[in-house]
């Protein structure tokens, strides 16, 4: 089984992931990405790395029994499930801003960069990108608002034991923008 979870930054996918119990491998596409060189460019304005998703997909593209977790995740080709952690942008906003997200960036940009988090969550940016690729009946949201990093895993070891039907679009944060 091929299996990404994926989501906005700050919903929780890297607290969820390391409590699951699975027998699939879980990798840190972000830790892959900086730690073995496998992007293309540093955008200096956000201080990041620009992803090599083709090199990624290559790499990954014979792999199976694998769980691959981050906002890139839902990029890859030929996945059995993928599983979108969302989180109302209010409090998205106060994860990333508790986090310090791009720490090393001046208050503006840090505000500038929570800001377009909280409103491509709005409008359902990920989840839109992951029915294209992969269709609704692959596509899993659950809603990490109001749960713990230990109830979130429970709902992706239920995506992963075939429990949960798919369930994109039922989330909606769309009065975020009002």
């Known amino acids: 089984m091929r299996v990404a979870v994926t989501g906005t930054p700050g919903t929780g996918k890297t607290s969820a992931t390391e409590r699951l119990d699975t ?3 879980v990798v840190h596409l972000n830790d892959v990405i900086r730690e073995e060189g496998v992007y293309t460019e540093r955008d200096a304005e956000r201080d990041s790395l620009v992803a090599d998703l083709g090199a990624l997909d290559e790499r990954y593209a014979d792999v199976d029994d694998v769980l691959v977790e981050s906002h890139l995740a839902h990029h890859l080709d030929d996945l059995d499930r993928v599983v979108v952690l969302r989180c109302a942008p209010d409090v998205l906003d106060a994860r990333l801003r508790e ?10 940009a840090r505000e500038r960069e929570a800001t377009e988090n909280c409103e491509a ?3 359902d940016v990920i989840l839109g990108e992951a029915v294209r690729k992969h269709g609704q009946e692959r596509v899993y949201e659950v809603d990490t608002t109001d749960r ?4 979130v895993a429970a709902e992706i070891e239920a995506v992963l034991a075939g429990e949960r039907e ?8 769309t ?3 009002l």
């Open 23 to 25: 027998d699939l491998d």
């Open 99 to 108: 986090r310090g997200e791009t720490e090393g960036a001046d208050l503006d």
């Open 121 to 123: 969550e709005a409008l």
């Open 148 to 151: 713990t990093p230990d109830e």
């Open 166 to 173: 798919p369930s994109a679009g039922e989330v909606d944060f």
């Open 175 to 177: 009065e975020y923008l």
